[in-house]
């Protein structure tokens, strides 16, 4: 795909990854949509990208996800990728996991991610690409994050079987499966503390390879400290 040419929604644009990526985008002359639940982080993140069509959304209201990527090539007359950023992170022994948040988990984790891509299925350009960040719990489930593990190994899961599917079509399926990143995540988790990490992949870096993978046409991006990207294609 074609950066410069291509017009691309980011849903979690309010995140510190999201608008980091947004802005990368828009800078490399893609035509960006962003959509977040924080209105004020979102105007902000519209007027950074020139002001971008912006629209707010609600994780939890799955038709609204599905609607905002029909608006999103409304709006921008095309479109070409979807990159959902979206994600929260719980941290605890599972039986310290209500029913309640393991249900946030998943739906903000996976089901969210998995209306907006569904949806975008139907929209895409053939050339484009449909992606999402996963993460190495996806595959290495970690003690005291067995809910969040499982809700991103939902979504892994999810993107693996659909990229068969799509052989054909001429639409990339990409996961993101990033390591740690500094962007201040597991300070917001909904429940507990996470466990001492290792210092975390720099935002510009984890941004610099999602770039790099969705002009490559990638299927896995892998950055990492050792492999500032490993790409499947």
């Known amino acids: 795909m074609v950066i410069s040419r291509a017009g691309i929604l980011v849903p979690g644009a309010t995140g510190v990854l999201g608008s980091a990526l947004a802005l990368r985008l828009h800078e490399q002359g893609a035509a960006v949509a962003v959509a977040g639940r924080d209105r004020e982080g979102l105007a902000r993140v519209s007027r950074a990208c ?3 069509p912006a ?3 609600d994780a939890y209201d799955l038709e609204q ?3 905002t ?3 999103a090539a409304g709006e921008l007359g095309r479109l070409d990728a979807v990159v959902v950023c979206v994600g929260v992170a719980a ?3 599972a039986e310290s996991v209500s029913d309640a948040v393991a249900e946030h988990l998943f739906t903000v984790n996976t089901l969210a991610p998995l209306a907006f891509l569904r949806a975008a299925l139907a929209v ?3 050339g484009g690409v449909i992606a999402a ?3 190495v719990v996806a595959d290495s489930p970690s003690a005291g994050m067995a809910d969040y593990s499982a809700s991103k190994a939902g979504l892994a899961a999810w993107l693996r079987g659909v990229r068969r599917e799509q052989r054909a079509s001429g639409v990339t399926v990409l996961e993101i499966r990033l390591p740690h990143v500094e962007t201040g995540f597991t300070g917001r988790a909904v429940l507990g503390t996470p466990p001492a990490l290792p210092a975390g992949l720099p935002v ?3 941004v610099d390879a999602i770039v790099a993978a969705l002009s490559a046409g990638a299927r896995v991006v892998k950055p990492g400290r050792d492999a500032p990207l490993e790409a499947e294609r």
């Open 55 to 57: 629209q707010a959304f």
């Open 204 to 206: 510009a870096e984890a």
């Open 69 to 71: 990527v029909t608006w």
């Open 124 to 126: 895409v350009e053939p």
């Open 50 to 52: 020139a002001d971008a």
């Open 65 to 67: 996800c599905a609607r």
């Open 91 to 93: 941290f605890g022994p």
């Open 133 to 135: 960040i996963t993460g």
